[in-house]
Each structure stands twice: as structure tokens, then as C-alpha cells.
């Protein structure tokens, strides 16, 4: 008797390995949807977080096309791994599964980047990526394509009885289940889980109604070339999208946030009448935390318009102690709402947390008793305390904002990181002022600002809990 190695994989009747044979759908799920599984991983690991109006069209642009790099070659390169390690058990895998796997790897950029701030867009982002992945696994789906060839031709009233009435009926119902799964989860704000089911019950209707799997010739060689590069070129536009709110120009940024459907800038571009209210899924209201004595007379500062040219610069530093309040809130609010507790405390003393795994937004607002030209200055320092024992860095970014004009307008003038907080934390006998320098730049084009606002940006892995942190003062240089 001929005695074959088990090595040797799979064969077909006449006991010689399918080495030949195209690849079929079973052998080719696995490094398919593993590639593109343990790319949104890394590339959710290792993606560097993007800072407000910090991109150009050109870098955006750039950044852009190398997301889709190299998470299409993480994709392939993972998908190659896989069909080499388990080359024994995955017969016939061709290098056009490891090009499906690129392909569905351009998506995950883009879904990556909706993940990190949830909005509905990350619901469509998930339904391009999952739905390239089905696409990709449909052209190898043999076996259904030889059942349609089979089946008689459609004549009225038809019963197919080759297949049993409840296996007609359960793909529709669970895609029934699934969509009404993401719909829910959409109500509740949870995106995320939300983007997988509905990418999944869309998945599932391409897979059903789609196309069958295709010949393999000359002509589908050239529909599969215009279809890569239809799915690159879609998926560069939905990136470039996405990340439209961190562009330098202020105009697009506001565009980018209105298509993404959340604001990047803390809603220093939302409208004065689009405040959060108690009807919302979420039952977090956030907190304002007032100052632990009444405040300060406000400061006036002269305007430009009362200097002799718009280039006023005051002769001497400015100071602005610092008698605001500390807002606490979660995205996708643009601040508290109406019902959100109002308390008087100490910000390096006050514990305040997230009530799920959602991260805490904090913010430190100061009012101006008149509005200041934005040409006023040179640089603003920020003097903080930082009384946070826990590790992780926490940045500032700096807001000089117009609350009077018909649209919240604010210029972004920077991001430092506070020293202190890039260590282990710090001690008790560590817990000294620091001076927070941020240069104002040039020709900003006018106009005026009445309230200094201070973004909290805390790292990752210390973000559900508010920084025990305390603005000082603000000093504006000439």
C-alpha cells in the first residue's frame, strides 16, 4: 500500500496533492481575516496620534498615503506568514490571496482613526473595511458558484428542494438580528461595536446577492486590476476624509469636523446653540468644577484697534490669574450639559472619573472682562502645578477663543506637554508651579478673543480619570 507523508496536504481522489487546484474558500479565510485582524491591532497600537490644525494638504495627503501603505503591507505580509507557516494545511494559497488581504488592509487607516474619536463615521468606516474583506473572500466561494450553474432555470412558482426551507430563511433572519443589533448600538453611542455589526450584516447581503466567484483568465485579470484600483482610490478619499478636522487651514478643519461628524477642537467651532442636553443616550452629564473662592475683577485689556497700528504689542507681560472653571465631560458632548453638577473644589485634589471605559474630556476656561487683539502679544505662558501622582504625560493645548461672535470661533496656538508628567508621576515635595511657554504666530489675520481656553490632554493609558492639575496664571508677552 502507498503510504503518504501527512505532510504533503491534502489530495484528491487519486491520492496527488492539490497543488494545482485554485484555492478554495476554506483555505483562504483564515489568512484573510487573521491579516486584516491583527493589522487593525498594530495599527491601533503604534498609529501616532494627530494634534489639532497640525497638517497641511500635502502632509495630510501624505500621511494619508503611507497609513494605507503600510497597513496594506502589514495586511499581505501577515497574510504570507500564515499560508507559509501552515503551508500544509492551507493547500493551493496564491499570491492573489495575499493581494486580497492588501486590499482589504487599506481600509483599516481610516477605521483606526474613526475608533479613536467614535462617530457615526466609524460605523461606515467598519462597513468599508469589513466589506472589502467579504469581496475579497467571494471570488474564491467555488462551491456556490457550480450550485447556481446547476440549478434549473427560473420558472414561476419554483421550488428549489435541494436545500431545506429553514436554511433559506436563517441567513435572512440573522441578518435581520444583526442590523437591528447596529442600530441599537448606534442609540447607544457604542460605535465601535456598532461599525462590526453593521459591517458584518453588510458583509452578509454582498455575500448573498453579489457576484459568484469569477474565472480566472485574461479578462479577469483586468477586472481585478480596475477593481484594486477602484478600492485604493475609495479608500485614499475616505482617509483623507477622515482626517480632514486636523488640517492647518481653520476653513477646512470646520469642514472636516461636519463631515466626520464630531469635533477634534473640543467644540471651539460648534454652534453657541448646539449645547448637550439631558435627552441624550448617555447618562454621563459631565461636571463643572468652580473655584474654591469667588473670582477675581475681571482683567481689561486695551485693543488693538485703540493702538496705532494692528501690529500693537503691549510693552509690558500681562498677567491673568487664573479663576475659571474646569469643565468634565464625555465625547461626543461638546461640553456639559444642562443638568451636569456644578461643585466648588480643588482641581489637584478632586478625583472625578469616567463612568465607563470612555475617556474624560477636561477643560480649563477662563472669561476676559474684554475682548484682546489677537496681535497683543508674542507668546502666552501658562504657569501649572501638576499634583498627579499617576505615570503618564499629560499635554496642554491652548485655545484663544471668540465667544462672542455667531460661531464659537477659536485659534489654535499650540500643544506643550508638562514636564513633571513625563516621568513616574510626581511626589509631594515635587508638586511646584511650571511655566508653559506657547508662541502665538504670526499675521493670524486679527480679530479678537475674550476667553482663554485649555484643552487637558492626558495619555492613553490615563485618560478615563481627570489630571490633577491647577492653571495658575496666564502671562501675555509683548
Excluded at 167 to 190: C, D, G, H, N, T
Excluded at 332 to 341: F, L, S, V
Excluded at 439 to 459: C, H, L, W, Y
Amino acid at each position: 500500500m502507498e503510504q503518504r507523508n501527512w505532510q504533503d496536504g491534502p489530495t484528491n481522489g487519486d491520492s496527488k496533492p492539490l497543488k494545482d487546484a485554485a484555492p478554495t474558500l476554506s483555505s483562504v479565510c483564515i489568512p484573510v481575516i487573521f491579516g486584516v485582524a491583527v493589522t487593525v491591532a498594530l495599527v491601533s497600537m503604534f498609529c501616532p496620534a494627530l494634534r489639532p490644525q497640525s497638517l497641511s494638504w500635502i502632509s495630510l495627503a501624505a500621511l494619508a498615503a503611507f497609513l494605507l501603505l503600510v497597513a496594506s503591507f502589514l495586511s499581505g505580509l501577515i497574510a504570507q506568514m500564515i499560508c507559509g507557516l501552515f503551508r500544509n494545511y492551507l493547500p493551493n494559497v496564491s499570491s492573489s490571496v495575499v493581494l486580497a488581504t492588501c486590499i482589504g488592509g487599506l481600509w483599516v487607516p481610516a477605521w483606526v482613526l474613526c475608533l479613536r474619536g467614535p462617530s457615526i463615521l466609524t460605523v461606515l468606516a467598519g462597513c468599508f473595511c469589513i466589506v472589502s474583506v467579504g469581496r475579497s473572500l467571494k471570488q474564491y466561494d467555488r462551491e456556490t458558484a457550480v450550485a447556481a450553474m446547476k440549478r434549473p432555470p427560473a420558472v414561476p412558482f419554483h421550488l428549489d428542494d435541494s436545500k431545506a426551507l429553514i436554511r433559506v430563511i436563517l441567513p435572512s433572519l440573522a441578518v435581520a438580528v444583526i442590523a437591528e443589533a447596529a442600530i441599537v448600538a448606534v442609540f447607544l453611542k457604542r460605535y465601535e461595536i456598532a461599525s462590526v455589526l453593521a459591517g458584518s450584516g453588510v458583509a452578509a447581503l454582498v455575500w448573498r446577492f453579489g457576484s459568484k466567484a469569477t474565472p480566472r483568465g485574461e479578462e479577469s485579470d483586468r477586472l481585478g486590476s480596475s477593481r484594486t484600483m477602484l478600492s485604493l482610490s475609495l479608500a485614499f478619499a475616505f482617509t483623507v476624509v477622515v482626517m480632514m478636522p486636523y488640517l492647518r487651514s481653520f476653513r477646512w478643519a470646520v469642514v472636516g469636523e461636519s463631515l466626520v461628524g464630531r469635533g477634534v477642537t473640543a467644540g471651539r467651532t460648534a454652534e453657541r446653540s448646539r449645547e448637550p442636553t439631558a435627552t441624550s443616550n448617555d447618562g454621563y452629564s459631565g461636571i463643572i468644577l468652580l473655584p474654591l473662592t469667588e473670582p477675581r475683577k475681571k482683567i481689561v485689556a486695551p485693543r488693538s484697534k485703540d493702538a496705532p497700528s494692528t501690529s500693537f504689542r503691549r510693552r509690558e507681560p500681562m498677567v491673568i490669574p487664573f479663576d475659571g472653571v474646569y469643565w468634565y465631560f464625555k465625547a461626543p458632548d461638546k461640553r456639559p450639559r444642562a443638568t451636569a453638577r456644578i461643585v466648588r473644589g480643588s482641581s489637584t485634589k478632586a478625583i472625578i472619573r469616567s463612568s465607563d471605559r470612555y475617556p474624560l474630556l477636561m477643560e480649563a476656561h477662563q472669561k476676559l472682562g474684554a475682548p484682546i487683539d489677537f496681535n497683543c502679544c508674542s507668546s502666552v505662558e501658562i504657569v501649572v502645578q501638576n499634583a498627579d501622582h499617576r505615570p503618564g504625560a499629560i499635554a496642554l493645548e491652548l485655545w484663544l477663543v471668540d465667544s462672542a461672535s455667531p460661531r464659537v470661533i477659536g485659534r489654535y496656538i499650540g500643544t506643550v506637554t508638562i514636564p513633571s508628567s513625563e516621568g513616574e508621576g510626581v511626589s509631594s515635595e515635587e508638586q511646584g508651579e511650571e511655566k508653559l511657554e506657547f508662541s502665538v504666530p504670526e499675521g493670524g489675520g486679527g480679530g479678537e478673543f475674550n476667553e482663554i481656553t485649555v484643552v487637558v490632554r492626558p495619555a492613553a493609558e490615563r485618560a478615563r480619570a481627570g489630571a490633577q492639575i491647577a492653571i495658575r496664571q496666564f502671562v501675555l508677552q509683548p
